[in-house]
């Protein structure tokens, strides 16, 4: 069992950045695949990007391409958001999600029934 934090949302004007972060804590000792998924107001919870294990795999929503950023330190249990380049749609609650993987290079289906770890969300506003 892993638990999972997420912190750096907040209230950002269009074209600002923020990074947020996700710190898993609990059974770490082993090998986690790590994604950020958000949910706006009325919609389905999107995909944002995921990373493998080993960090050299990440993949990326046509939405977040060249503006998002998937990273981790796992010596430090955590994998960052950053986003820069924030437009008024890119405002939701955002999510960071885990599932155990024994492949250190490869990344799962980015949906959210691939992953079965979840942190409670933190919420973004972009304002125009």
């Known amino acids: 069992q892993v638990t999972l934090v997420e912190s750096g949302g907040g209230l950002v004007q269009a074209g600002g950045s923020l990074r947020l972060s996700c710190a898993a804590s609990?059974?770490?000792?082993?090998?986690?695949?790590m994604a950020w998924f958000r949910q706006a107001p009325g919609k389905e919870r999107e995909f944002v990007a995921d990373?493998?294990?080993?960090?050299?795999?990440?993949y990326y929503a046509d939405s977040v391409k060249g503006r998002f950023t998937i990273s981790r330190d796992n010596a430090k249990n955590t994998v960052y958001l950053q986003m820069n380049s924030l437009k008024p749609q890119d405002t939701a609650v955002y999510f960071c999600a885990a599932v155990l993987t024994y492949n250190s290079n490869s990344v799962p289906v980015p949906s959210q029934y691939s992953y079965h770890y979840w942190g409670q969300g933190t919420q973004v506003t972009v304002s125009s």
């Open positions: 990373i493998a294990w080993g960090g050299s795999s990440t």
């Open positions: 609990g059974r770490t000792n082993v090998n986690y695949a």
